[in-house]
């Protein structure tokens, strides 16, 4: 686990899925929906995220979205 993990990761069942790695170490993991017209990633984190690292998660799903040939929602990222 990363550092700044604190803790066993929230619903952690939701690992075994897709996971969130920082600098290859685990943070958190995702799932996702998909609808005829949109996709959500709902996202799970047990370490904060720097802009930078926020940054990054944002652009991995843009491309997520893109792969699927959807609208991408994400849920569970802070802001700050």
């Not at 920082?22 to 802009?51: E, F, M, N, Y």
């Not at 926020?54 to 700050?80: D, I, T, W």
């Amino acid at each position: 686990m990363h550092p700044r993990v604190a803790g066993p990761l929230p619903g952690s069942n939701i690992l075994f899925a897709h996971l969130v790695t920082l600098d290859g170490q685990l943070v958190g993991g995702w799932k996702r929906r998909i609808g005829p017209k949109k996709a959500t990633v709902s996202v799970q984190l047990s370490a904060p995220l720097s802009a930078p690292e926020r940054k990054a998660l944002a652009q991995a799903a843009k491309s997520y979205g893109a792969f699927l040939g959807l609208p991408l929602l994400v849920h569970g990222v802070p802001s700050e």
